[in-house]
């Protein structure tokens, strides 16, 4: 991310979004909470432990790679559900207006924006008065 180099390896990017079938007998093995705990982040970003046939998929909308998948703008089952800044997000200057940095800005916002009047709450101030404080209204 922001300039560092990318490593290419098997099952590149499968494990930035996983759904873990937790029944599933080689993950009740291989899964155990020491595993997970000391194995190498090669073995567990390419799972390892599994055969490729056992491995299923989840549609590219809940995995959306910026720069790799693209939207279809007349087919709205296109548009990301969970969206990976692959390179690089918005958080990084070089990628602040990479494609969909709208919506993280916005996200980033909002939880600024909620951390904000949780730490006012806690200074006793009642939700209005944490409201007027962040509109600018200091009444």
């Known amino acids: 991310m922001d300039g560092a180099i990318q490593t290419v390896y098997p099952r ?3 494990s930035s979004m996983v ?3 937790c029944a599933h007998p080689k993950n009740v093995a291989a899964l155990t909470p020491e595993a997970v705990s000391t194995q190498t982040g090669a073995f567990l970003h390419r ?3 599994l055969d490729d046939h056992e491995i299923g998929e989840l549609p590219f909308v809940w995995n959306f790679l910026v720069g790799h998948n ?3 703008p007349d087919d709205p089952a296109t548009r990301p559900k969970a969206i990976h800044y692959t390179c690089g997000g918005p958080w990084f200057e070089r990628y602040k207006d990479c494609e969909f940095a ?3 800005i916005k996200e980033a916002e909002e939880l600024r924006a909620e951390k904000e009047k949780l730490k ?3 200074h006793g101030e009642d939700e209005e008065e944490c409201n ?3 509109n600018g209204n200091n009444n």
Do not use: G
Request: charged fraction near 35%; charge should be positive.
């Open 12 to 14: 590149k990017n499968w």
């Open 19 to 21: 759904l873990y079938n």
């Open 47 to 49: 799972f390892a432990w």
């Open 70 to 72: 693209r939207v279809d």
């Open 102 to 104: 709208d919506l993280w």
């Open 120 to 122: 006012l709450k806690e």
């Open 132 to 134: 007027n404080k962040q």
